[in-house]
């Protein structure tokens, strides 16, 4: 395919470029070495590496499963705006079996399973807290 194409065309300098966007600079130096990287790297660390080859390709619709749920809250929120950054124009539709940490998305859909059917809706918004009594 034409995004499976451009990744192979690219120059180390790009494949740099989407490491250290992933953040995975420490690997920059080992590009030419050939080892098992599914023993070398932590869970999180592929995740990183499968968004980098995301970075490479380019494609126009990405459909991710769980994508970034070997991560820290904080780490998918980072890595989802630096893959929206990188990728302006790239339809991401994300599906997982865990609430999206806040900010993540800009939308959500919740899928539920009531009786016999199975229903899409809004995720219930949060309880509004009342305010403070304070003493004048």
Known sequence: TRSNEAALSCSEATIADALTIVGLSALVEQLHE????DQQLSNGERQRLA???VLLQAPDVLVVDDALSALDAASQVELMKALR???PNTIIISLGQARPPAGLHDQVLTMAR???TATIRPPEAPAIEPPLKQKV
């Open 114 to 116: 009531e009786g016999s």
């Open 85 to 87: 950054s990188a990728l």
């Open 34 to 37: 050939t080892v098992r990287w």
């Open 51 to 53: 968004i980098a080859r």
